[in-house]
T-cell receptor, first 114, second 112 residues
Framework: DAGITQSPRHKVTETGTPVTLRCHQT?????MYWYRQDPGHGLRLIHY???????DKGEVSDGYSVSRSKTEDFLLTLESATSSQTSVYFC?????????????FGPGTRLTVL | SQKIEQNSEALNIQEGKTATLTCNYT??????LQWYRQDPGRGPVFLLL?????KEKRKERLKVTFDTTLKQSLFHITASQPADSATYLC???????????FGKGTTLSVSS
């Protein structure tokens, strides 16, 4: 987890409220990723970023948006949280494109939507 | 779309034995395949990366094989220890080469 922090680490919110999760890195890595992890599904990519202001959708992007205004910060926003978005969210970073480079993961954020 | 299957959700072995975990994939031929370890309540940690032209790769007690004909990777832990108990994830690149697709993982329990 060194060099990557996620905030908050735990959050409980109500359906329909907006939620923003933050990922902060001190490694100056170009690529950043948001995943969600659910029992029976494993890790699934939500969105990723390949540079400041450069982002793209992953496998499960519906209901989520992201922003990256600085190299070190990658924000994940749930515009109107739903119970199906209850999950553990992981941020990851990689120095180069992930296909041939390992990813380093943050400690995770446990989000509960009531 | 690409699919990854780790065919055992759980594997229980005795200390000192070799653990072998399997990762199968379909619909795609990735150039690289990665293995990660995840402990409860923590993020995954990278272990090994193997390229399609590498048949085998080793790191200490870990060994990974990559058979592109069978579309399969095997992950071995020799002389297993209780500290090796964790969930192990297989990952390969998506077809665009821009992101990783993860398997659901195999939870290994090593008993003393």
């Amino acid at each position: 987890d060194a060099g990557i922090t996620q905030s908050p680490r735990h959050k409980v919110t109500e359906t329909g409220t907006p939620v923003t999760l933050r990922c902060h890195q001190t490694e100056n890595h170009r690529y950043m990723y948001w995943y969600r992890q659910d029992p029976g599904h494993g890790l699934r990519l939500i969105h990723y970023s390949y540079g400041v202001k450069d982002t793209d959708k992953g496998e499960v992007s519906d209901g989520y948006s992201v922003s990256r205004s600085k190299t070190e910060d990658f924000l994940l926003t749930l515009e109107s949280a739903t119970s199906s978005q209850t999950s553990v969210y992981f941020c990851a970073i990689s120095e180069r494109e992930s296909s041939y480079n390992e990813q380093f993961f943050g400690p995770g954020t446990r989000l509960t939507v009531l | 779309s690409q699919k990854i299957e780790q065919n055992s959700e759980a594997l229980n072995i005795q200390e000192g034995k070799t653990a072998t975990l399997t990762c199968n994939y379909t619909n795609y031929s990735p150039a690289y395949l990665q293995w990660y370890r995840q402990d409860p309540g923590r993020g995954p940690v990278f272990l090994l990366l193997i390229r399609e032209n590498e048949k085998e790769k080793r790191k200490e007690r870990l060994k990974v094989t990559f058979d592109t004909t069978l579309k399969q990777s095997l992950f071995h832990i020799t002389a297993s220890q209780p500290a090796d108990s964790a969930t192990y994830l297989c990952a390969l690149t998506n077809q665009a080469g821009t992101a990783l697709i993860f398997g659901k993982g195999t939870t290994l329990s090593v008993s003393s």
